[in-house]
C-alpha cells in the first residue's frame, strides 16, 4: 500500500481556511486505492469526510459537502482537501487515507489499507 504523508494543519478562526495536504509515496501503481480524508476530534469516533478516486470521482460527508473539496494532482502523487467556513466542531486530527473501497472510507474508516500520521487542525472561536 501507498505511503501517505500529511501537512497543512494548524491553527485557524472559526470562518477561515485551511488546505491540507498529503504527499503519496509507492512502488507499485496506487490508483487501485480510493484516496481519502478522515478525521477524529478528541473523545469522538472515526468520521469519513471525503474520498476520490483515480477517475477523479469525489464523494462528501454531509456534514462537510458544502465546505470542503478534495482534490489530487495525480502528475504530482499528491491529495489535497480545501476546507472552508471552518467551524469550532471541526477541531480534530485529520488523516489522508487510502483504501480498495470508497464506502470504508466513509462510512467505516478504521481498518483502512493506507493511512498517514495525521495533521491537527484546531478551529478557535
Known amino acids: 500500500q501507498p505511503h501517505l504523508e500529511e501537512s497543512g494543519g494548524g491553527s485557524v478562526q472559526a470562518g477561515g481556511s485551511l488546505r491540507l495536504s498529503c504527499e503519496i509515496s509507492s512502488e507499485r501503481d496506487y490508483s487501485k486505492y480510493v484516496m481519502g480524508w478522515i478525521r477524529q476530534a478528541p473523545g469522538k469516533a472515526r468520521e469519513g469526510l471525503a474520498a476520490?478516486?483515480?477517475?477523479?470521482?469525489?464523494s462528501y460527508a454531509d456534514s462537510v459537502k458544502d465546505r470542503f473539496t478534495i482534490s489530487q494532482d495525480k502528475g504530482q502523487n499528491m491529495l489535497y482537501l480545501e476546507m472552508n467556513s471552518l467551524k469550532v466542531e471541526d477541531t480534530a486530527k485529520y488523516y489522508c487515507v487510502g483504501d480498495r473501497m470508497r464506502s470504508r472510507i466513509l462510512e467505516s474508516p478504521y481498518a483502512l489499507d493506507a493511512w498517514g500520521q495525521g495533521t491537527l487542525v484546531t478551529v478557535s472561536s
Open positions: 476520490i478516486d483515480s477517475a477523479g470521482t469525489t
